[in-house]
Structure formats: structure tokens, C-alpha cells
């Protein structure tokens, strides 16, 4: 018997519309799929708004009777907090291991016998999980911002599309990133290191625990040009506080524009290794 | 006498397998213990890089902070080495393998901890000492027998304190089987709200978690005894010294709800 490639070809080049529709299936099904844990969506809810309370008082202390630090005031840092603690879900920094879980299992193999590249359905499905987490965890504690605090409201028309694009790529670079930290089960079985790794460097360098303004410039640039990390966080919120003029904002999109491509590809390219060294155990 | 050296043997019997099994795989470990370390790390690293932009937090410098923040860091990090793995109940209590723990001819609690102790957190609650040591030589404390006593006291009253918070908030899964995250706020939330003084929080948030939960007299007010600083919001000096009290109210109220939930409690399967 010869060899059988395990990714059948997606016929994308053949019918684009055809893929358009079974990408927004999967999109689809993602969300519906998290819709049914809506315990859990509350719980998360209440959590994040803890963490709200929590981070708003620590950095209104950090900006001092001034009320200005590194570029924010009192009402930009609220928007900061709150619109951070909401999109901490919607990008899902921490807690996906599915892929892991089904190289280990050896279940990848149901996956690569569909006809849509892995990388492709997976990032649908998150897509869907995506939308889903902007109604049920991004808005609550966008919500308690507003009623509790003095929260910065943008005053340009163009941020809040230019904040939609932000989050979208936001959720992109972050499903790369993961996609990564997973596929690394291929080679290791194990993925507890990388993972470990990941939710360490990705807590403190997408400026949940601080903005990276906070930081001296030059690393604040280096993080930003050099790690997809600041586009998880940091860009979308600071895109979204105005706290650079617009043409700066419109650059820092395309920052993250820049890793979601880059991202994506080396995900491709990392799936297309795997799969010619693995060997699906089991009968 | 027989029967109480068997029930030791037992819990022994179950802690050096969990020993065992976490060292076999030797990288593994080590990346934990190292991974594990990282994030009280990152919180000592989030303190500093705050004083990086300001001079003063909540009226108190970076030297006082870090002696709140290592009394947190060191009692937190211990509680979640010898308590935290109770936050795995909602998980026993859904797939059913508390029931397996109920039948068994010991005590619920002490088999929960010591089936999956994690020895990787070691480095963390060793770090969190660190700090704490290093803080409390730093601050400039003018000592006294009575702060010497403290300076050990508190510590280990904080320790018992995020225990009994453990075990209370992961009863909460008997009558809410989703409820992971919602302990979380407490648990991790109250050893952020620990880090730094409760002067930087404000109105009916800083009252329910400082004194509605108690978490003031986790670092705040201990350290408050041991710099010999009169507290900006007016509580007179000797409350510093109530921890260990306030500590063995916790776990009287973790014991009871603990009893109660395990009353509760219902099994998930069929």
C-alpha cells in the first residue's frame, strides 16, 4: 500500500463562495457550541468584574494625585480595565488545549481526514467561540464600567470599526499563538512546558497586569514590534482609549495585521511538518 | 492506637505515591517547578514596575509595599501548595470520582489534598519566602520581641487563612457544579487584593473584601504592626496583631461549610 496524504487539498481555488459558506458553518457551530454553558458564562462574568475592580483602584493609584500616567488619565484607564477584563475572554488567552488533547488521544486523525485544512476549521470554531464570549463577557463588564466608573468614551467616529478590526485580529493572533503552543504535542506529547510558558509571557506582555506603557519606551517598542503579545491586548485597548493620534492608531492595526498573516502561516507550516513525521497510533 | 497508626499509614502511603509519580518524569518537573515560580514572579515584577511610574501607592513606598506583598506572595503560595488542589472539587464532584473518595474508609478532605499534592508549587511558596525575608530586612522595622513574634506569626496565620478560603469557596461546587471561576474571584482575587495596600481601593468594594471577607489582616494590617505605622483609615494599632485570631475564624467557617456542603452533596452520575 502506498502512502495516503492525510490533508485532502481544500477545493478553495475551485469555488470560493462554496468555502465561504462551510468557513461561516463551522463559525456557526463554534458559537452555538459555547452558547450552552451559560453557568459558566456568568461565573466568568463575575470573576472578570472582581479582576475589574481590583486593577481600575491599583492603576488609579499608580496615577497618583496627578491623575495622568504614561499617557493615560483616570477615565482612559477605566475603559482600559473594564474593556480589558472583557476581551480577556473573547481572546481566550488561557485554557485551550483541545488540539493538544487530540494529537495525545490520537482523534487529530478524524480531523485531517476532513476536507477543510485543520488550521482553517480550528480557527473557525474560534471565530464562533469568539462571537459568542463578545456578547456574553465582553459587554457585562463593559456595562459595569460605565455604570460605576468615569470610563474614557472615543471621540473620533472611526475607532469604534477601527476597535471591531482590532478585536478580530486580536482573536486571530491569539488562535495562531495557541494553534502553536498546541501543535507543539506533535513533537512533545506532553505540551504542559509550552503551555506553562505561554500563559506566563502572555499575561504580562499583552498589558493585562499593567499597560506596557508602563514600561520604558524602548521596551514597550520592542514588545510591541517584536512579540505578537501586545497585539492580544494592549493595541485593541489602547486603539480604543485613543491614546495616539489616528494615523498611529490605523499603524498599530496594522502591527496586528502583520502577526495574524505571519501567524497564520507559520501554523500551516507547522501543521504541514507535523504531518509528514506523525504517526497515528491505534487501530 | 492500632487504628490511628494505620489511618498515618495510609495518608503516607498516598503522599509518597503522589511524590513518586511527579518525580518520574524528571523534565517535567523541572519545567514546572520552574513555570510554577514564574508567576509569583510576575506579581512581585507587577509591584515594581508600578513604582517604576509612581513614587507612592496608596500613601505607602515601594519598601512597605514589598513587605504586604511578600507576606501575600509567601501565605498564598503555601496555602495553594498544601490546600489549593481542593479548586479541583468541581471537577471530582462532575465526573463523579468523589464518590469514590466518600466510600473510602477515610476522611474526605485529607484524601483530596494528599491524592494530587502539587510539589511543583514548592518554588513558588520558597519564592514568596524570599520576598518576604528580603522585605522585612529591608523596611527598616526597629524590632521588638513582640514584631519578631509577629514577623512569624502573621505569616503563618495568612497561610491558614487562604486555606480556609480554599476550602470554602470550592464547597460552593457542591451546590454549583460550574462554579470554577467564581472561586477564582475570591481565591486569586484575594491574594491580588492582598498584594498591596488596602488604601489604593476604594468605597464598598475595599470594605467587603477587607474586612466582609477579611483579607485586611491577610499583610495590610500585620505590616502595618511591624513598620509601626498608624493605619490611614483610622483602625487603632493593636488590630495588626488579631490575625491569628481572625485566621482560626476562617477555618472555623470553612469547617463548618465544608461539613455542610459534604451533607449536601449529591452525586452527579447515575
Not at chain 2, 150 to 160: D, K, N, T
Not at chain 2, 249 to 256: G, H, M, S, Y
Amino acid at each position: 500500500m502506498g502512502s495516503v496524504t492525510a490533508t485532502v487539498a481544500p477545493p478553495t481555488d475551485s469555488n470560493v463562495t462554496r468555502w465561504f459558506r462551510t468557513f461561516s458553518a463551522i463559525v456557526g457551530s463554534g458559537f452555538r457550541r459555547h452558547a450552552t454553558y451559560r453557568q459558566a458564562a456568568v461565573a466568568g462574568v463575575v470573576t472578570n468584574s472582581v479582576f475589574g475592580f481590583l486593577r481600575y483602584y491599583i492603576f488609579l493609584a499608580a496615577a497618583g494625585a496627578a491623575g495622568q500616567v504614561a499617557g493615560y488619565d483616570r477615565t482612559q484607564l477605566a475603559t482600559f480595565v473594564w474593556a480589558g477584563q472583557g476581551l480577556l475572554a473573547v481572546v481566550a488567552i488561557w485554557g485551550w488545549t483541545e488540539l493538544a488533547d487530540r494529537i495525545r488521544t490520537g482523534e487529530i486523525a478524524a480531523d485531517l481526514l476532513r476536507p477543510v485544512h485543520p488550521v482553517t476549521s480550528y480557527l473557525a470554531t474560534d471565530l464562533g467561540r469568539a462571537g459568542f464570549a463578545s456578547l456574553s463577557r465582553l459587554l457585562p463588564p463593559v456595562l459595569i464600567g460605565l455604570l460605576f466608573f468615569d470610563v474614557y468614551l472615543p471621540r473620533r467616529w472611526a475607532t469604534l470599526p477601527l476597535f471591531a478590526l482590532s478585536v478580530l485580529l486580536a482573536v486571530v493572533v491569539c488562535f495562531g499563538c495557541r494553534y502553536l503552543v498546541n501543535a507543539t504535542a506533535y513533537w512533545l506529547q506532553d505540551v504542559r512546558g509550552p503551555l506553562i510558558l505561554w500563559t506566563l509571557c502572555s499575561g504580562v506582555l499583552a498589558g493585562l497586569y499593567f499597560p506596557l506603557g508602563f514600561l520604558p519606551g524602548w521596551l514597550e517598542a520592542t514588545l510591541r514590534y517584536g512579540t505578537p503579545f501586545p497585539s492580544l491586548l494592549q493595541i485593541p485597548l489602547d486603539v480604543l482609549v485613543e491614546r495616539d493620534p489616528a494615523p498611529m492608531q490605523v499603524g498599530l492595526v496594522g502591527v496586528q495585521l502583520g502577526w495574524a498573516v505571519a501567524l497564520l502561516a507559520l501554523c500551516r507550516l507547522v501543521q504541514r511538518l507535523a504531518e509528514r513525521r506523525m504517526v497515528v497510533q491505534g487501530g | 492506637m492500632g487504628e490511628q497508626r494505620q489511618v498515618v499509614q495510609a495518608y503516607r502511603a498516598l503522599l509518597g505515591a503522589q511524590a513518586r509519580s511527579q518525580a518520574a518524569y524528571r523534565t517535567s518537573f523541572v519545567v514546572d517547578l520552574v513555570g510554577n515560580v514564574g508567576a509569583t514572579v510576575f506579581d512581585v515584577v507587577t509591584v515594581l514596575v508600578l513604582f517604576g511610574v509612581t513614587r507612592e501607592l496608596g500613601g505607602f513606598t515601594l519598601r512597605e509595599t514589598l513587605v504586604i506583598v511578600g507576606q501575600s506572595s509567601f501565605a498564598f503560595a503555601t496555602a495553594d501548595l498544601l490546600v489549593g488542589n481542593i479548586e479541583r472539587l468541581p471537577r471530582y464532584v462532575r465526573t463523579g470520582l468523589f464518590d469514590a473518595v466518600l466510600v473510602r474508609p477515610l476522611a474526605a478532605l485529607p484524601q483530596l489534598l494528599l491524592m494530587d499534592l502539587p510539589l511543583r508549587k514548592v518554588s513558588r511558596a520558597v519564592f514568596g519566602l524570599a520576598v518576604l525575608v528580603v522585605a522585612l530586612a529591608s523596611a527598616g522595622i526597629q524590632w521588638t520581641p513582640g514584631r519578631a513574634a509577629l514577623a512569624v506569626v502573621a505569616p503563618l496565620a495568612a497561610v491558614v487563612f487562604f486555606g480556609a478560603v480554599f476550602v470554602t469557596t470550592a464547597t460552593v461546587s457542591f451546590y454549583w457544579v460550574d462554579s470554577g471561576e467564581l472561586a477564582n474571584s475570591v481565591t486569586y482575587g484575594g491574594r491580588d487584593f492582598t498584594s498591596y495596600p488596602i488604601t489604593v481601593y476604594g468605597g464598598w468594594f475595599r470594605a467587603l473584601f477587607a474586612y466582609g471577607m477579611g483579607f485586611a489582616f491577610v499583610s495590610y494590617h500585620p505590616a502595618l504592626a511591624l513598620l509601626g505605622r498608624a493605619d490611614p483609615l483610622g483602625l487603632p494599632a493593636w488590630v495588626g496583631w488579631a490575625a491569628p485570631g481572625v485566621a482560626l475564624v476562617a477555618a472555623a467557617i470553612a469547617t463548618l461549610a465544608w461539613r455542610v456542603g459534604i451533607r449536601h452533596y449529591r452525586s452527579t452520575g447515575s
